[in-house]
């Protein structure tokens, strides 16, 4: 049984940094493609960063360029996203999300509907 669990969210100030987990249990992680997506009330589900097989394919979301890292540890199970510059616009939900059959451009365009397993989100605050 799949499942992911994420963790580190929080409240923060804007400049700040916050560093998400997805630990995963079920699977292999260097099997999957990996996702990360934000959620705000009223809002649809966006992708933040996806990560191919093995570590490759990385792509992110414009928004987010330069200031998120994704990253995957095989060995530990894990999934992690590290946020820095945070802006009071990256506060959402977020969730971490694999995907054992994802293509290329379910990766670059994020689509979350291409991705099978999802956690439950951890809440990111960030203050002005």
């Known amino acids: 049984q799949v499942q992911l669990v994420e963790s580190g969210g929080g409240e923060v100030q804007a400049g700040g940094s916050l560093r998400l987990s997805c630990a995963a249990s079920?699977?292999?992680?260097?099997?999957?493609?990996w996702g990360w997506f934000r959620q705000v009330p009223g809002k649809e589900r966006e992708g933040v960063a996806t990560?191919?097989?093995?570590?490759?394919?990385?792509y992110y979301a414009d928004s987010v360029k330069g200031r998120f890292t994704i990253s995957e540890d095989n060995a530990k199970k894990t999934v992690s996203l590290q946020m820095g510059s945070l802006k009071p616009e990256d506060t959402a939900m977020y969730y971490c999300?694999?995907?054992?059959?994802?293509?290329?451009?379910?990766?670059?365009?994020?689509?979350?509907?291409?991705?099978?397993?999802w956690g439950r989100g951890t809440q990111v605050t960030v203050s002005s």
């Open positions: 999300a694999a995907s054992f059959y994802c293509s290329d451009y379910a990766s670059r365009t994020m689509t979350p509907n291409q991705f099978e397993f």
């Open positions: 079920g699977l292999v992680v260097s099997t999957y493609c």
């Open positions: 990560i191919g097989p093995n570590g490759g394919r990385i």
